[in-house]
């Protein structure tokens, strides 16, 4: 690990005010993410500003909308009263993720942040545009299994050299693609507000920036907007292990429904894209209809259409298809 | 939990001697030993495959606060067991151990090329990255497919005639493909790493010119002293070798690796004791791994389910400098009755490191593609497969014409199918859901070879009536101390607690490396014997004491005391004892051996696995949720850590069945999944309740204590059971390791 200079701001200002005039300086949050990354030789910030003396762990329902402040922990957003009754699709996907111990260090704010898994990405003696631009994708022609077959936006277009071809592993930012969120940002130019859809990166372009983030900026808070979801969502994960591993495939799913029918639709992938994959579609396909195993499996078909495999993960193509059936029918209550 | 012991023994277990120390954290592992003057090593490892260094560029790394060197080819030391250097290098026999920074040649990828020593671990690390090694690259060969015609047989195997790795035959080889019922089949294990939590760590401390200390990870710390003392040239004596705490091997800590090595060439040239802790993506390529195997079987069987014939071939990858060979189509000679069987061992050299031992070592790949083709053959004769198994069982050893020396694995199979419920499997695959999940059973039998080694013990008794027993065995995990503590225990008739068993120590008195399930059979026994000769020495100075222990047969020792009979009232202390005859102490030290009955039996270990999954149409996922695994290994010692034994085979076999996968680019030759985010092992939740169960009729024939090795049978036969139970689940066959949802869905 290379030596570093370790600041612990009082205020959201101070804090941005220490990045301000660093591009190496790195905010530290939980540490999960970023602390491994540094032993690995991936990051090596000059200088740590450690926020978690911030005021930014606030968890609350204002208006309409639930606001949860970027160092509210995993552990605790998930079994928040307001979180589990308003927004039970991201509780769930918050506790899919990661281990309990690892959702008490972890935030939000660094859940959203968190980089990818792919491995050669991990290791440097291995080419990866996202860790070192233009030194090509290892991915490409090597193993891939758990890496993306959803690219450009709208799954049009195709994968370009010099691209990415990584994942992004967070749960929680799957459930939070697939619902209405905004991430409130401050930072030298003072507060923004990014839709959730436009805060993460697709790869086509400069794959070395996960997000829209600016230099220097500061999650603050994320806000997920009221909606009529809670009786019908649904996060299934599949993975190789029953626990504590990366999603192959997840799917992030919320309905209304009234009368049997389904009046509203929402679904989001994890583990198939450079970002949690949104399926725009599927409103205008299950809008007014009862649902059906039938219905779901040609809505599901309808969008892998245009999904590509690469050498090692054609079984995503088919397992991606069957979790959006399953996790469909689930929060559709139907067997 | 408690309930579960009881219902197979009264439990009088005894807790883990070292249990308290463990989970308090006071145990001293390699690692943590406090020496005076200690500095940090970190390696720096190839990045290439196969080629050779054409310059290193240290500087930058030299240049870095509290650095002290930057040890490489260039300049290591000359380790005086080690011929001297070729010059230009030459890529060495077949048989030669790697050799730690001695020549710029590149073997593989992760080969150890410099080592960086500091004052502080985090300095040597962030020196170790501004190394800068260049190569010349040659092209490296690491597929096995695409290499498999280059397999061959061992050059090892060639030249010993009675070489178990020969090409064996009995009966006619081609029987099995002309019986009514057949199955052909390819069987593919990928690469696993042992992966122990703790990773391989070394306190090299040079405390004179010609005196070495280690603090060592390793399994054996008599075979460590006798290479290290062979590398330095050294009397035996005066390298000692320390190892007494250990979180797990499995295998990879049987040898003296290349890190043990540099650590140990740096302290002797820095002057200074050196500490050098392997990091976690390193263990993938410094202490040898599961090879890759691919197996064909092919196996026929009258349509009544007799055995007619089987053909077993595997071929393994081993590295271009050593060959490593295992037991891997050893099985299918043994343990059914079938009159035509053949088997055939290869080898395939790749730019890779040397594979090793791992726990169940060949057995377990084997049993894999051997049980699995029983599986499959069972269901092509619409044969229930367990019945199918007890119509060929083996009533002798069908290789060595021999009876065996214990065998109940009929007892293992019907005690183990009652508790599993076994009888309630319809025989048809996907047949049974459970809330829209796939349910299926399946199960495989588990042998492995007694082994039985020459081991020293001493045990002495104190003023106070206290016993030490010493042996220089290990414990790697599975209670050693506990087990050997029990023996003692019983045979002097003194309370455990009274008891200290001593290990680890290369000055203990001699004693194999943990091994092969080797440890209770042979160190169980010298303390066995060693205590029955203290008893005997204590009951005999009895004897001068008093009239009353004179009766012959009579005598018996129990709480520490002596007694003229069973019933007598009033015994004198061992403590009297020694006072009477103005003894600080009393003490034996004896050897145990296993001597002709080696020639007149056949010794294996038995045991069967029955396994519940469920399994996901949907999206792939196998869910062991139920497992019952039932062994006959003689006597039981200690039913305790007997237990744990048991139940961590079946959760690396589960591990092996349905995770474990390391995985290569072969453009690089490079692993990929060097860290516990890309090689699964399983997590709590992965794990169902386990029930474990004995058969515990000890085997007369085979030592002493009538024990037979536990900890490889634990594991063998696991992935075929649950391979088994996922075809019953989907009614697909999965013959290529580890399960994964992708090869479901
Ligand atoms: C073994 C393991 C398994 C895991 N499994 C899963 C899983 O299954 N699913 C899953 O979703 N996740 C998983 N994770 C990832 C985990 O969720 C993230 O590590 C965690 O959420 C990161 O949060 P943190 O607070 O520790 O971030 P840190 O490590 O502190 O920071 C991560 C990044 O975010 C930046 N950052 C943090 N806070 C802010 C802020 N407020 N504003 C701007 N930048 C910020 C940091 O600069 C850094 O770049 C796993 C992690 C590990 C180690």
């Known amino acids: 690990m290379k030596p570093f200079q370790y600041?612990?701001?009082?205020?959201?200002?101070?804090?941005?005010?220490?990045?301000?005039?660093?591009?190496?300086?790195?905010?530290?949050?939980?540490?999960?993410?970023?602390?491994?990354?540094?032993?690995?030789?991936?990051?090596?910030?000059?200088?740590?500003?450690?926020?978690?003396?911030?005021?930014?762990?606030?968890?609350?329902?204002?208006?309409?909308?639930?606001?949860?402040?970027?160092?509210?922990?995993?552990?605790?957003?998930?079994?928040?009263?307001?979180?589990?009754?308003?927004?039970?699709?991201?509780?769930?996907?918050?506790?899919?993720?990661?281990?309990?111990?690892?959702?008490?260090?972890?935030?939000?704010?660094?859940?959203?942040?968190?980089?990818?898994?792919?491995?050669?990405?991990?290791?440097?003696?291995?080419?990866?545009?996202?860790?070192?631009?233009?030194?090509?994708?290892?991915?490409?022609?090597?193993?891939n299994r758990t890496h993306a077959i959803f690219f450009a936006g709208n799954g049009f277009g195709g994968i370009e050299k010099s691209s990415c071809l990584a994942v992004h592993p967070s749960d929680m930012c799957v459930a939070l693609t697939a619902v209405d969120t905004v991430v409130v940002v401050n930072g030298p130019d003072g507060e923004r507000r990014i839709q959730m859809k436009d805060f993460l990166r697709l790869s086509t372009q400069q794959p070395e920036l996960d997000t829209n983030l600016g230099p220097g900026e500061l999650v603050t808070a994320i806000e997920v907007l009221d909606n009529a979801f809670a009786k019908h969502s649904h996060y299934l994960k599949v993975r190789d292990r029953a626990s504590y591993a990366f999603a192959l495939v997840s799917v992030a799913v919320a309905l209304q429904m009234d009368g049997g029918r389904i009046w509203d639709a929402r679904l989001a992938l994890g583990g198939v894209a450079h970002k949690p994959w949104r399926y725009w579609a599927i409103d205008l396909m299950l809008r007014g209809k009862a649902p059906s195993e039938q219905l779901f499996r040609e809505v599901a078909e309808h969008e892998m259409e245009s999904a590509k495999a690469l050498e090692g993960n054609a079984y995503k193509i088919k397992l991606t298809s069957n979790a959006m059936v399953a996790a469909l029918k689930t929060a559709a209550g139907i067997s | 939990m408690k309930k579960q012991l009881l219902d197979n023994a009264s439990d009088t277990s005894l807790d883990r001697v070292d249990g308290a120390v463990k989970v308090t954290g006071t145990a001293t592992y390699s690692a943590e030993y406090l020496v005076p003057g200690l500095v940090h090593a970190v390696l720096v490892t190839s990045t290439i495959a196969k080629g050779s260094i054409t310059a290193i560029e240290s500087r930058e790394a030299e240049a870095v606060p509290g650095v002290l060197a930057v040890i490489s080819h260039l300049n290591a030391i000359t380790v005086p067991g080690w011929p001297e250097r070729k010059q230009p290098a030459e890529r060495v026999p077949v048989g030669t151990a790697l050799r730690v920074f001695y020549d710029p040649l590149i073997y593989f990828d992760g080969q150890p090329v410099a080592m960086v020593v500091a004052g502080t671990r985090e300095q040597a690390v962030h020196a170790a990255s501004l190394v800068r090694v260049t190569y010349q690259q040659e092209t490296h060969q690491t597929h096995f497919e695409k290499n498999i015609g280059k397999a061959g047989v061992a050059l090892n195997v060639q030249r010993s005639k009675n070489s178990p790795f020969q090409d064996y035959q009995r009966g006619e080889a081609a029987k099995s493909e002309n019986t009514e019922v057949r199955i052909e089949a390819e069987y593919t294990i990928p690469t696993q790493h042992h992966q122990p939590l703790e990773p391989h760590a070394i306190i090299a401390v040079w405390e004179a010119d010609d005196k070495l200390t280690v603090y060592d990870k390793n399994q054996g710390v008599k075979s460590a002293q006798g290479q290290l003392a062979q590398a330095f040239k050294l009397p035996r004596e005066n390298v000692q070798v320390i190892s007494k705490y250990i979180g797990g091997a499995f295998g990879s800590g049987i040898r003296v690796w290349p890190h043990t090595m540099a650590a140990v060439m740096a302290a002797k040239q820095l002057k200074r004791p050196v500490k050098l802790v392997l990091g976690r993506e390193q263990m993938f390529t410094s202490v040898g791994y599961r090879p890759y195997t691919v197996q064909k079987i092919n196996i026929g069987a009258t349509k009544d389910g007799r055995l007619i014939g089987i053909v077993h071939e595997g071929t393994g990858q081993t590295s271009m400098y050593e060959e490593h060979l295992e037991r891997t189509v050893l099985a299918s000679r043994t343990l059914y009755a079938c009159p035509h069987v053949a088997t055939r061992y290869r080898l395939l050299p790749l730019d890779v490191n040397t594979p090793t031992w791992m726990r169940g070592p060949g057995d377990a790949t084997g049993m894999f593609a051997l049980e699995s083709a029983m599986d499959e053959l069972a269901f092509a004769l619409k044969m229930d497969p367990l019945e199918f198994r007890l119509k060929n069982y083996a009533e002798s050893d069908p290789e060595r014409n021999l009876p065996w020396s214990a065998k109940s694995l009929r007892e293992c199979y019907e005690l183990g199918a009652e508790k599993f419920r076994w009888n309630n499997r319809m025989q048809a695959p996907r047949s049974v859901t459970q809330n829209g999940l796939l349910m299926g059973y399946g199960m495989a039998s588990s042998l492995y070879g007694f082994h039985r080694h020459p081991s020293k013990v001493r045990a002495v008794i104190q003023a106070d009536g206290s016993v030490i027993v010493q042996s220089a065995t290990m414990d790697i995990?599975?209670?050693?101390?506990?087990?050997?503590?029990?023996?003692?225990?019983?045979?002097?008739?003194?309370?455990?607690?009274?008891?200290?068993?001593?290990?680890?120590?290369?000055?203990?008195?001699?004693?194999?490396?943990?091994?092969?399930?080797?440890?209770i059979p042979s160190v169980g026994s010298a303390v066995h014997v060693a205590c029955e000769a203290l008893k005997t020495r204590l009951v005999a100075l009895a004897r001068e004491m008093s009239e009353r222990f004179k009766s012959g047969g009579q005598v018996v020792v129990r709480n520490g005391q002596v007694y003229g009979s069973v019933d007598d009232k009033d015994g004198v202390s061992y403590a009297d004892i020694l006072k009477y005859h103005h003894l600080n102490e009393l003490e034996v030290t004896e050897e145990s051996k296993s001597g002709a009955e080696r020639d007149q039996y056949s010794m294996y270990s038995f045991g069967c696995h029955f396994v519940e999954v469920l399994v996901s149409p949907l999206t792939g996922e196998v869910r062991v949720t139920r497992v019952v695994t039932c062994a006959d290994v003689g006597a039981i010692i200690n039913y305790k850590t007997a237990r744990s034994q048991s139940i961590g085979g079946v959760v690396g076999g589960i591990g092996m069945a349905l995770m474990e996968h390391s995985e290569m680019d072969h453009r690089f030759g490079r692993y990929v999944t060097t860290d516990f985010a890309g090689y699964h092992i399983p997590v709590h939740a992965d794990i169902p309740p386990i029930e474990v169960y004995y058969i515990d009729k000890p085997d007369v024939h085979v030592n002493p204590i009538g024990s037979k090795g536990l900890g490889e049978i634990a594991i063998v036969g696991v992935a075929a059971a649950i391979a088994n139970a996922v075809f019953h689940a989907t009614g697909k066959r999965v013959r290529e390791l580890p399960i994964t949802p992708d090869k479901l869905v």
């Open chain 1, 7 to 143: 600041l612990r701001p009082k205020t959201i200002a101070e804090a941005i005010s220490m990045a301000a005039d660093d591009p190496e300086a790195r905010y530290i949050a939980g540490g999960t993410n970023l602390v491994d990354l540094m032993k690995r030789g991936i990051a090596s910030p000059t200088k740590l500003i450690d926020i978690n003396h911030l005021p930014l762990k606030k968890i609350e329902h204002r208006y309409d909308r639930l606001r949860i402040g970027a160092l509210a922990l995993n552990s605790e957003v998930a079994k928040h009263k307001a979180v589990v009754t308003r927004q039970p699709l991201l509780a769930q996907a918050l506790l899919a993720g990661a281990s309990g111990q690892l959702r008490n260090m972890a935030t939000v704010g660094g859940n959203l942040l968190q980089r990818t898994r792919c491995s050669y990405f991990y290791d440097l003696a291995l080419p990866c545009n996202k860790r070192k631009p233009g030194s090509g994708c290892g991915a490409e022609g090597g193993i």
């Open chain 2, 477 to 519: 995990g599975p209670g050693t101390g506990t087990a050997m503590t029990r023996i003692a225990a019983k045979v002097l008739g003194v309370n455990a607690k009274k008891i200290r068993f001593e290990l680890g120590h290369s000055a203990l008195p001699d004693a194999p490396g943990q091994n092969g399930s080797a440890t």
